[in-house]
C-alpha cells in the first residue's frame, strides 16, 4: 500500500473509528507500511491534525493520576530514561502543543498522539503499557 500527503500531518488508523495503532505521517511519499513505521499495511480511518505554531510544554510523572516524580518539557527528548531517570511515564499534562510518544528510544515502535490536555493513565492516550522511550513535538512543516 501507498499512501501520499501532499502537506499537512495525518494520523493513520489501523482500525475504524480512529482506533488500533496510530501512526503519524508528514508531507511525503510512503511506498510501503515501513516507512510510516507501521506494523502491517491496515489503515482503517484517519484524520489531518491541525496545525499549530505555538510554543510546546508537557509534564511527565512516573505513576498514575499525575503522581510521584515529575519533570517538565519543552522539546523533543530522544531517550526518556536519560533525561527522566524512569522508563515508565503512567500520567501526563499536555498544557502546549502536540506531542508524539513513541514505544522506544530515538523515535521507533508505536507512536501515540497527545494533545492539549490532562492524561490521568497511559490508556487515555490509547496504550496499555506505560513504557515510553522517546517523545517529540509535532511541529508543522
Given at each position: 500500500?501507498?499512501?501520499?500527503?501532499l502537506?499537512?500531518?495525518?494520523?493513520?488508523?489501523?482500525?475504524p473509528?480512529?482506533?488500533?495503532?496510530q501512526?503519524?505521517?508528514g508531507?511525503?511519499?510512503?511506498?510501503?507500511?515501513?516507512c510510516w513505521?507501521?506494523?502491517?499495511n491496515?489503515i482503517?480511518s484517519c484524520q489531518?491534525f491541525?496545525?499549530y505554531?505555538?510554543?510546546?510544554?508537557m509534564r511527565?510523572?512516573n505513576?498514575?493520576?499525575?503522581?510521584?516524580?515529575?519533570m517538565?518539557?519543552?522539546d523533543?527528548?530522544?531517550n526518556?530514561?536519560?533525561?527522566?531517570?524512569?522508563r515508565?511515564?503512567?500520567s501526563?499534562?499536555?498544557?502546549?502543543?502536540y506531542?508524539?510518544?513513541?514505544e522506544h528510544?530515538?523515535y521507533r515502535?508505536?507512536q501515540?498522539i497527545?494533545?492539549?490536555?490532562?492524561?490521568?493513565a497511559?490508556g487515555d492516550w490509547?496504550c496499555h503499557?506505560p513504557m515510553?522511550?522517546s517523545?517529540?513535538?509535532?511541529?508543522?512543516?
Amino acid at each position: 500500500m501507498t499512501a501520499w500527503t501532499l502537506s499537512g500531518h495525518w494520523v493513520a488508523y489501523e482500525k475504524p473509528n480512529y482506533m488500533g495503532y496510530q501512526y503519524i505521517m508528514g508531507p511525503g511519499e510512503y511506498p510501503d507500511y515501513h516507512c510510516w513505521m507501521g506494523f502491517n499495511n491496515c489503515i482503517r480511518s484517519c484524520q489531518m491534525f491541525p496545525p499549530y505554531r505555538g510554543s510546546y510544554r508537557m509534564r511527565i510523572y512516573n505513576r498514575p493520576d499525575m503522581m510521584g516524580q515529575s519533570m517538565e518539557f519543552m522539546d523533543d527528548c530522544p531517550n526518556v530514561y536519560d533525561r527522566f531517570r524512569f522508563r515508565d511515564i503512567y500520567s501526563c499534562n499536555i498544557m502546549e502543543g502536540y506531542w508524539i510518544f513513541y514505544e522506544h528510544p530515538n523515535y521507533r515502535g508505536r507512536q501515540y498522539i497527545l494533545r492539549p490536555g490532562e492524561y490521568r493513565a497511559c490508556g487515555d492516550w490509547g496504550c496499555h503499557n506505560p513504557m515510553v522511550g522517546s517523545f517529540r513535538r509535532m511541529r508543522t512543516m
